[in-house]
């Protein structure tokens, strides 16, 4: 079975820094992805990247960006300019590229901005 | 755009009481998932259908739960008879088939004495 981690459970970072939280997984397929997505105090899961397994390019939006080391299984999320709506949960998630459709998430990372 | 839409927001009841929570996907979407978010347990799939058919529910807890999806644009999770331990933040999402990104809805916060 997949698993994620998350080895962080809170981290924090002055406004206007970078900061990266970590993720690892486990699995034994080739094709898959991978996600990180934001939950806000209001509880919204948002979407915030995904990067798909077969690509090697580091999947970029906006501030946000990643590190995917597939031979490493590790799949990092970094924020530059830090801004204070920042402020969230934030959950890796592997799916399957084919087959069973669910997401399977990380424990969490708790982010705060520190102005 | 609307995005998914669930109800209630919150609910509050009574251990052996019935709960229906509801969602309705992003128009055009023909993937639906039911996850629940539990402090212990962390985010989990409990059903996911395509084209209004349950695909897997290996994650549905007991047969206390049930999902329905009668049409493209409505979906509901029951709970009976309702538990303490059911007591979580229950997300609906959608997607335009099972391979592209899934777009999760508000939650419903779920609370059982």
């Known amino acids: 079975a997949q698993t994620v981690t998350q080895s962080q459970p809170e981290m924090s970072v002055q406004e206007a820094e970078t900061v990266t939280l970590s993720c690892t997984y486990d699995?034994?397929?080739?094709?898959?992805?991978l996600f990180w997505y934001k939950q806000p105090p209001s509880r919204q899961m948002i979407l915030v990247i995904r990067?798909?397994?077969?690509?090697?390019q580091n999947a970029t939006e906006n501030r946000f960006s990643v590190n995917f080391q597939k031979a490493a299984k590790s799949f990092s999320l970094k924020i530059s300019d830090s801004q204070l709506g920042d402020a969230a949960m934030y959950f890796c998630a592997y799916r399957k590229f084919q087959g069973a459709q669910k997401l399977v998430f990380g424990q969490g990372t708790r982010l705060t901005i520190n102005p | 755009d609307a995005g998914v839409i669930q109800s209630p927001r919150h609910e509050v009841t009574e251990m052996g009481q019935e709960v229906t929570l509801r969602c309705k996907p992003i128009?055009?979407?023909?993937?639906l998932f039911w996850y629940r978010q539990t402090m212990m347990r962390g985010l989990e799939l409990l059903i996911y259908?395509?084209?209004?058919?349950?695909?897997?529910d290996s994650g549905m807890p007991e047969d206390r739960f049930s999902a329905k999806m009668p049409n493209a644009s409505f979906s509901t999770l029951k709970i009976q008879p309702s538990e303490p331990r059911d007591s979580a933040v229950y997300f609906c999402a959608s997607s335009v088939d099972l391979v592209y990104e899934q777009y999760f809805g508000p939650g419903t916060r779920l609370t059982v004495t």
């Open positions: 990067q798909e397994a077969y690509k090697q």
């Open positions: 699995t034994s397929e080739s094709d898959y992805y």
């Open positions: 259908f395509n084209n209004n058919v349950p695909i897997d």
């Open positions: 128009s055009g979407h023909n993937s």
